[in-house]
């Protein structure tokens, strides 16, 4: 008897700051000065977005209002920060599972000392 098994890929989940709506850090390590808002990509908190132009004025709802357009603060696209179809999103999320889960190291990369340089003449290992 032979079984047909399907492989899973445990996929780890990007993590996006709540506050600057940035992929780079948590929202407990955030270092802004102010909040941005994930509607407008404006310096206010996404609770606080409101439009003067609607008669409800009560924030904003599913639906892109046309006084205000969404505006993300990452791709500078027409819809919200934490869209899923957000291309820098999509580019983050592909890095992200390329690392299995780390961020990605800015800076490039380490390097091996050349041969007869004081670290290679020692016998230091740099991986």
């Known amino acids: 008897m032979i079984a047909q098994t399907t492989r899973y890929v445990d996929v780890?989940?990007?993590r996006q700051c709540t506050?600057?709506?940035s992929f780079d850090h948590p929202t407990t390590k955030c270092k802004a000065t102010k909040p941005v808002c994930k509607y407008c990509a404006q310096d206010h908190k996404s609770e606080d977005h409101e439009c003067k132009g609607c008669?409800?004025?009560d924030?904003?709802?599913d639906v892109a209002c046309a006084h205000y357009p969404r505006k993300c603060v990452n791709c500078k696209a027409e819809h919200e920060a934490?869209?899923?179809?957000c291309i820098a999103r999509r580019r983050r999320k592909?890095?992200?599972i390329k690392t299995g889960g780390k961020a990605p190291v800015a800076g490039g990369r380490?390097?091996?000392p050349k041969a007869g340089t004081e670290?290679?003449?020692k016998g230091v290992s740099v991986r």
């Open 119 to 121: 670290a290679s003449s």
């Open 82 to 85: 934490d869209h899923r179809d």
């Open 19 to 21: 506050n600057c709506w």
């Open 94 to 96: 592909g890095e992200f």
């Open 55 to 57: 008669s409800e004025g």
């Open 59 to 61: 924030g904003p709802d």
């Open 110 to 112: 380490k390097t091996k």
């Open 12 to 14: 780890p989940q990007l």
